[in-house]
């Protein structure tokens, strides 16, 4: 079974600017989570996908947005780039069965994406 | 708020020998998971371990095992038998699936280097 893959791999943009990433879960999985990981800050969730609805957002200003398509597959966007914004984001997919215990809590991650802002 | 707390940044073990990873976490909820990820150089993130509340077994997976004491809210990865694979960042996380919140929380880290 195919892991979690994010496209592009690498961006380099400039200060204003906007940026979409993309994020395609493993088969089967229905919720996608993002965060952004820094040196200094760690792992921070910015918001999590689920039936296509944000189900979790975390701490970050309305510049960065997301989306779920009927596949699973999800995008964040960050508009008007600062150079703070550069970092490692991460996407993580689940099974996130209904039931709120047993297996499929688990989060897999993708490769990431590193977006330099210049 | 849930919290976790890593509180060694930095550590080394030389290879074959065991070391031992601190976690602490900060919850008033019952029902959760807890979680060991692992981040080699190469940035991709893997799962290590998973704890489910509710068990009092501590969970293993081969030379990886937890030490989940629940009164206390730690939850320590033990690495037996250290391998030069090893090294990289490992990240304790909680996830509490209380009301629908699949919400991940994540410590900030320890850096594990294994010695030749």
């Known amino acids: 079974k195919a892991g979690v893959t994010q496209t592009p791999r690498y961006l380099i943009k400039t200060r204003g600017q906007q940026v979409t990433l993309s994020c395609s879960p493993i088969s089967g999985h229905r919720s996608v989570s993002w965060y952004q990981q820094t040196p200094g800050q760690g792992l921070q969730f910015l918001f999590e996908?689920?039936?296509?609805?944000?189900?979790n957002k975390g701490n970050f200003p309305g510049r960065f947005s997301g989306r779920q398509f009927s596949n699973s597959r999800s995008e964040m966007n960050v508009s008007t780039l600062e150079l703070g914004d550069s970092a490692l984001y991460l996407c993580?997919?689940?099974?996130?069965?209904?039931?709120?215990?047993?297996?499929?809590?688990?989060?897999?991650f993708g490769p990431g994406t590193r977006l330099t802002v210049l | 708020a849930q919290t976790v707390t890593q509180s060694q940044p930095e550590m080394s073990v030389q290879e074959a020998e065991t070391v031992t990873l601190s976690c602490t976490y900060d919850?008033?909820?019952?029902?959760?998971?807890l979680f060991w990820y692992k981040q080699p150089p190469s940035r991709q993130m893997i799962l290590v371990i998973r704890q489910e509340a509710y068990k009092q077994q501590n969970a293993t997976e081969n030379r990886f095992s937890v030490n989940f004491q629940k009164a206390a809210k730690s939850f320590s990865l033990k690495i037996s038998d250290s391998q030069l694979g090893d090294t990289a960042m490992y990240f304790c996380?909680?996830?509490?699936?209380?009301?629908?919140?699949?919400?991940?929380?994540f410590g900030t880290g320890t850096r594990l280097k294994v010695l030749a």
């Open positions: 919850t008033s909820e019952n029902n959760y998971y």
């Open positions: 996908y689920f039936s296509e609805t944000q189900r």
């Open positions: 996380a909680f996830m509490n699936p209380t009301s629908g919140t699949y919400k991940y929380i």
């Open positions: 993580a997919s689940s099974f996130r069965p209904r039931t709120s215990g047993g297996a499929g809590n688990e989060q897999f």
